[in-house]
């Protein structure tokens, strides 16, 4: 059983959990074991310092780049705890631009509103030198990461994300537990500097995406674990931009959970991860001195992101059978008595009606680096932000607190757009140009042409962002938020 409490905050790269220890014969479940009772809680304080940090990643081929860190651990920083701890962090902004404010979203973690990190809509912006202090005790299990949620194509594009592991979810532990951060960087790789972190004409399309790809900041990653045995591998991508296709060569391995929601093991055989998306992998590790690789295919010519090498004795081998998580806490919607409403991702040259002042809801001036002067993109045919009206708009939706919806996420454009909703963790019931099996997300690409159903039940009430995670889109008006309650 893990009785490890402590709170780690080291660099992704960290190997924890079970260690190296291998369960030989052990019997699989074969369906999720119930929810996990919280243990003992405690209060884990973390204090993140979001600074300018000059950094030599090996991605970055011996040159030294001013990344934005949360803190002076190895890149990025992770917190781990288990679930009913509470969370206690103290933010200190001291990024090095005038003006430049921050705070902190908990990706996927259904925390409190005002713990939500959404500055103007939710808190106050931290600027330079002010602090600001987060509380809360995350309800689910699962891989999430952390992030500012304004100026993000800089602030991500430098690096200041986080990654948070709630524990209670493994039934039996894997022998391995390995975190995967994926993150391309824009770099000007002669003069060693970072190139712009945004375009218009990537924004225009399908953003502007990072030249030097990695995984915990090196360029195909050597990862060891132990050989012949079944790991867990947790592939995260805090890219603002890049859509790839994850695979592995030469491993049997399994989706376990979709950010950060177990689901029945199912075979991996290619998944579409775009920015913010999380997926749990059960991999059966090479045997001692072989090699399988993770691997991007979407591109013309797959690209390798890690290898995943076997090392020490072979553990005799059984058939590949993942262990299944148990299962996850997400109330079930009610689909015979849900709402249905209809959301379209479109384009802003077709109409992108700018909001009206008169509809503002509330007069809050939105600071200078949460607006645009570029609108590309639209939900439901609005664009937020948008330069000549910088206040908060009304509500794509007002949802009556409790009661299931279906959200009908339509992409009329010819771009994939990976849409996200704050506060609530939904379940995908269907996509209509691909099969999928269905699980619960935060976060679902749409592509082209195609509409995907979501259902969840609003029972988290306040101001709940939607927007898509292409964060040049989302900063070009793919943006909204729901009321609920
Ligand atoms: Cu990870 Cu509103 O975003
Ligand atoms: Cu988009």
């Known amino acids: ?141 699962g891989t999430f990461f952390f992030h500012s949620h304004c100026n993000s194509s800089e602030q991500l594009g430098r690096g200041l994300v986080g990654i948070l592991i709630v524990d209670g979810d493994a039934v039996e532990p894997y022998a391995a537990d390995q975190t995967l951060v994926l993150h391309d960087w824009l770099m000007d790789t002669d003069a060693g500097t970072f190139r712009g972190f945004k375009t218009k004409r990537g924004a225009d399309r399908a953003g502007t995406y990072g030249n030097i ?72 590790a090479p045997k001692e001195g072989g090699e399988a690789a993770l691997v991007d295919r979407r591109q013309d010519e797959p690209v390798r992101l890690a290898r995943f090498v076997g090392v020490g004795s072979s553990a005799p081998a059984k058939s590949f059978d993942p262990r299944p998580l148990r299962a996850g806490r997400i109330p079930e919607p009610d689909l015979a008595a849900a709402e249905r409403l209809s959301f379209t991702f479109g384009r802003a040259d077709s109409g992108g009606a700018p909001i009206a002042v008169s509809d503002v809801a509330s007069g809050l001036p939105i600071g200078p680096i949460c607006t645009a002067s570029d609108h590309f993109w639209t939900i439901n045919g609005r664009s937020w932000p948008d330069s000549g009206h910088a206040v908060i708009p009304p509500p794509l939706a007002t949802l009556q607190r409790g009661r299931s919806y279906v959200f009908e996420l339509q992409n009329t454009t010819d771009f994939l757009h990976p849409v996200h909703i704050h506060g609530h963790t939904f379940k995908v019931l269907r996509a209509d140009r691909r099969s999928q099996p269905i699980h619960y997300a935060d976060t679902v690409l749409v592509t082209p042409e195609e509409t995907v159903e979501i259902a969840f039940v609003a029972d988290n009430p306040g101001r709940w962002m939607m927007h898509c995670h292409v964060i040049e889109h989302q900063e070009t008006g793919m943006m909204g938020y729901l009321q609920v309650g």
């Open 213 to 284: 790809r990695s995984a915990n900041g090196v360029s195909d990653a050597e990862i060891r674990l132990p050989a012949s045995s079944d790991c867990r591998v947790r592939l995260i991508n805090v890219d603002p931009t890049r859509i790839m296709e994850v695979a592995v060569v030469g491993a049997d391995a399994a989706i376990i959970a979709v950010d950060g929601n177990p689901l029945p093991p199912v075979p991996l055989d290619g998944w579409l991860l775009g920015p913010a998306m999380r997926l749990d992998l059960a991999l059966r």
């Open 1 to 141: 059983m893990l009785t490890r409490r402590q709170l780690i905050l080291g660099g992704a790269g960290f190997t924890a959990g079970a260690g190296l220890m291998t369960l030989g014969g052990r019997r699989l479940f074969p369906a999720p074991a119930a929810a996990a009772e919280a243990g003992s809680a405690r209060n884990v304080a973390v204090h993140l310092v979001a600074a300018e940090r000059q950094t030599a990643l090996p991605c970055f081929a011996g040159h030294s780049l001013p990344l934005w860190t949360y803190s002076e651990a190895a890149w990025p920083p992770t917190i781990r705890i288990d679930r009913g701890d509470r969370l206690d962090v103290v933010l200190d902004n001291r990024l090095p631009r005038d003006g430049e404010h921050t705070s902190i979203h908990w990706h996927g973690v259904r925390v409190p509103n005002d713990q939500d990190g959404v500055p103007y809509l939710v808190q106050p912006p931290v600027a330079p030198g002010e602090s600001f202090r987060y509380s809360f005790a995350p309800p689910d299990t």
